[in-house]
């Protein structure tokens, strides 16, 4: 039991009350429970504080969430079958079933902001290339659903395109990185892109301001451009494309 005026965190709070962190996070959000903010969204709690703001109150806590089988080998067609869950999203890489959380808003802005960049470019460079952006599923055979922040389909690949999916490798796929999925898009999806014949794979980074460029050289993944904070970053690969990272942070 922590003690009534003790700060705090939200997991703790949780484990004390016996709910869910993903409803203490929710109460958090609508304001139903006292907190303190610590900045950098850093919040802690006193129990007693609490206890007082949910007094005479019943708790509702979100619908029981999916439960994944870690035996089991999930496929295209398991995924299809998944319940929506509100708040998250389902990947599958390499038959393991993946759930993060749904993407905060300064992930959806600066994908936004990225999306239009290429857009812009793409439109001139190969008019007959689209670019896309999630949830659209991008499958590799039958044991892997991606839904990629940002890609682009060159005019060449049209094949790929079918009704409800892409069926095979994008030229190029973004990645807007969170604290939650960080070593997941470094480590497991840049393999299972590498494998994939994925040309570009950029990683983006919007805690850190920064922007990776990876192409596929001779197997392996190397470095083709990358800058911080305000750079520029201009891609070896893609004549004239021209990245301000600073329009890429900017808050309003």
């Known amino acids: 039991m922590a003690d009534n005026n003790e700060l705090i965190t939200a997991h703790v709070l949780a484990d004390t009350l016996n709910l869910a962190v993903d409803t203490i996070w929710r109460y ?8 303190v903010d610590l900045g950098n969204k850093q ?11 949910l007094a005479g109150s019943t708790v509702q806590e979100n619908a029981a969430r999916y439960e994944i089988d870690p035996a089991k080998k999930y496929t295209y067609q398991d995924y299809l079958e998944l319940p929506e869950e509100p708040g998250y999203r389902f ?6 079933l993946v759930r993060d959380p749904s993407p905060n808003v300064m992930h959806q802005r600066v994908s936004r902001r990225l999306q239009r960049i290429l857009e812009d470019y793409f439109w001139k460079a190969d008019p007959g290339g689209e670019i896309f952006n999630a949830p659209l599923d991008v499958t590799f055979q039958d044991i892997t659903v991606v839904r990629p922040d940002v890609f682009y389909i060159a005019g060449e690949q049209k094949p790929i395109v079918k009704e409800k999916r892409i069926d095979g490798p994008p030229k190029l796929v973004v990645e807007v990185m969170s ?11 840049m393999r299972i892109y590498r494998n994939a014949q994925v040309l570009h794979y950029w990683l983006v980074n919007p ?14 993944y190397a470095l083709a451009a990358s800058g911080m904070d305000e750079e520029v970053v201009e891609h070896p690969d893609f004549p004239k494309l021209v990245i301000n990272l600073g329009d890429l ?4």
């Open 249 to 252: 942070w900017q808050t309003y």
């Open 179 to 189: 604290p939650s999925t960080g070593r997941k898009d470094r480590l497991t999806k």
């Open 91 to 96: 990947e599958v890489l390499e038959g393991v």
């Open 43 to 53: 919040y802690r709690y006193r129990y007693a504080d609490v206890i007082k703001a």
């Open 207 to 220: 805690d850190e301001k920064s922007l990776e460029c990876f192409s596929l050289k001779d197997g392996i």
């Open 28 to 35: 958090t959000r609508e304001k139903k429970i006292p907190c």
